[in-house]
Every structure is written in structure tokens, then in C-alpha cells.
């Protein structure tokens, strides 16, 4: 099946990899000869700019991602009671977090309806994801965190392109001190790590919605034992 993350994520990739040429070309221009101030300047900028670009492409397609999951047991109609235990526990958390009398005391199919009222994508994104984000995330919800370590050194480059970007957007840093510390090598290595780790993951995801996994196995057992006996 066909997932919107997975079609943004190509779009967004795409995007990546369009400015990490932009950055190369600046750089070889630099080095031949172009290299005046003003163009050293231009070329830290847009060096610091890649932890804006991938930050970017990390975040949305977590977000995405979890969205999806959302959506498709939104679609189902899924219980609260055929749900995994750690989805359970999640669900439970988030309605206490964003219960509201005024507006859930008009809930009908209550085992359903508890479920899409507790589903909380922003509770997990605030500028702060990172390889550790995700792997709790998918401890929560029970999609796999396995890639292929050669390409993607297991996310661990998303704790620089996340302390970076966050260093830019508080002012921590400014773009001339980033984009010092990197050449378009370096930069283009995160990326592509980075955004083979993103992948890898949000196949992850496509693989556990295809298969349903966020539902209770020992529900679908018993239901399983209990048709083959009447």
C-alpha cells in the first residue's frame, strides 16, 4: 500500500539533495579562484543552511509518519482494546493529557471514539527529534528501528543536524560559525546518512501499518480459537 509520508518523504529528499549540489558547487567555486569574502561568507551560509533543510526533512517525516498511523487506525475504527498494551498505555496518556469533559462527555462509541480523542502527533515533536526520539516513539507504538547500519550508522548523525539546527534557530550560533565547521563532504556524508536512516524507518512504518501490528496479536489469537471452535 501507498503512503503519503513515503510520497512527501521522496519530495522532501529530493529538495535535500538539489541544495546539497547547491552548497558543492559554491564550494568548488570558492576554492577556484571566486573566493573573496563576501563569497566565503555566502558559502558558510549555505553550508549552516543544510542542518535547516534536513532538520526539516527529519521532523515532518517523523511527524508524517505517526500522522499515518494515526489515520489508518482512525480509518479502522480500531477499539481501544485491540490495541497493543503499549499503544494502550499511550492512549491513556494522551487523554489524560487532552481530556476534555466539555467536548468527550459526548462520546458515543466510547471504546473507539477514547481512541482518536487521545492520538497526540505534537506531544512527541518540539524541535527535539533525533535517532533517540524515534526509537521511544517506536517503542510506544511497536514498529521496528532496524536499518541498514552501513548506509544510515544507525541515525546518529540526527543528534548533529538536531543540535545544529537548534543552535541556529536560538541564536546560539550564527550561520558563519556553522558552516565553518563543515565542508559540502561532510555535509553531503550526513545527509545522505541521514536521509537513508529516515527511510529506512518510514519503511518500517509502511511494514507495520501493511501488517496491522499496531493491533493486539492475543486478541486476534483468541478470536481466531474461539471462530475455529463454533
Do not use: W
Not at 527535539?128 to 514498529?143: L, M, P, Q, S
Amino acid at each position: 500500500m501507498t503512503y503519503l509520508f513515503l510520497d512527501d518523504f521522496s519530495r522532501r529528499k529530493l529538495q535535500v539533495k538539489r541544495y546539497l549540489a547547491v552548497v558543492s558547487r559554491t564550494e568548488r567555486e570558492a576554492k577556484s579562484g571566486q573566493g573573496r569574502k563576501i563569497e566565503t561568507e555566502r558559502l558558510h551560509v549555505l553550508r549552516a543552511g543544510t542542518f535547516l533543510i534536513l532538520y526539516n526533512l527529519v521532523e515532518a517525516s517523523a511527524r508524517g509518519a505517526l500522522e499515518g498511523i494515526h489515520d489508518v487506525m482512525a480509518a479502522e475504527r480500531v477499539a481501544f482494546s485491540d490495541l497493543t498494551p503499549g499503544l494502550r498505555r499511550e492512549i491513556v496518556k494522551g487523554f489524560m493529557r487532552n481530556g476534555n469533559p466539555d467536548v468527550h462527555d459526548k462520546m458515543i462509541d466510547v471504546p473507539v471514539e477514547f481512541v482518536t480523542a487521545s492520538l497526540d502527533v505534537e506531544y512527541h515533536f518540539s524541535g527535539n527529534v533525533d535517532a533517540k526520539r524515534i526509537r521511544e516513539i517506536a517503542a510506544t507504538y511497536g514498529f521496528s528501528i532496524d536499518t541498514d547500519n552501513r548506509k544510515t550508522h544507525n541515525g546518529k548523525d540526527l543528534l548533529v543536524v538536531k543540535t545544529n539546527r537548534n543552535d541556529l534557530a536560538h541564536g546560539d550560533k550564527t550561520y558563519d560559525e556553522v558552516g565553518r565547521d563543515f565542508t559540502a563532504r561532510d555535509l553531503i556524508g550526513i545527509g545522505y546518512r541521514t536521509m537513508s536512516y529516515v527511510e529506512g524507518i518510514l519503511l518500517n512504518v509502511a511494514k507495520y501499518l501493511d501488517d496491522s501490528a499496531y493491533k493486539n496479536v492475543d486478541i486476534d489469537q483468541a478470536e481466531a480459537e474461539e471462530a475455529a471452535m463454533t
